[in-house]
């Protein structure tokens, strides 16, 4: 079993800085790589911003430049730094981790619950 626990999320205002956080535990292998997804009311969820295990980082066009994802592997943490924060940042955010479990050939897809990301203007 793996769970991912997500954190970090709270209200700020447009122009504020938040850091997610969202820590991986349980029987993992390997982690093959993480991401961050949002979703906002009447909307589709959407990729953020990914992080293989090589460290290549991949953003949606809307947060290039605001957004940073890292990882510490030695965590099994991954991180979402938001600065320069919008009123449309405004969302669900969830974090997503494709895992090796622990004796598995196969990665699978896990989810942590949602943090509630909101930007007022």
């Known amino acids: 079993q793996v769970q991912l626990v997500a954190s970090g999320g709270g209200l700020v205002q447009a122009g504020g800085s938040l850091r997610l956080s969202c820590v991986a535990s349980?029987?993992?292998?390997?982690?093959?790589?993480m991401g961050w997804y949002r979703q906002a009311p009447g909307k589709q969820r959407e990729l953020v911003a990914s992080?293989?295990?090589?460290?290549?980082?991949d953003y949606t066009d809307s947060v290039k430049g605001r957004f940073t994802i890292s990882i510490n592997s030695a965590k099994n943490t991954v991180y979402l730094q938001m600065n320069s924060l919008k009123p449309e940042d405004t969302a669900v955010y969830y974090c997503?981790?494709?895992?090796?479990?622990?004796?598995?050939?196969?990665?699978?897809?896990?989810w942590g619950q949602g943090t509630q990301v909101t930007v007022s203007s």
């Open positions: 992080i293989s295990s090589n460290g290549n980082t």
């Open positions: 997503n981790g494709r895992i090796f479990p622990l004796q598995s050939g196969s990665p699978y897809n896990y």
């Open positions: 349980g029987r993992i292998g390997r982690i093959n790589a």
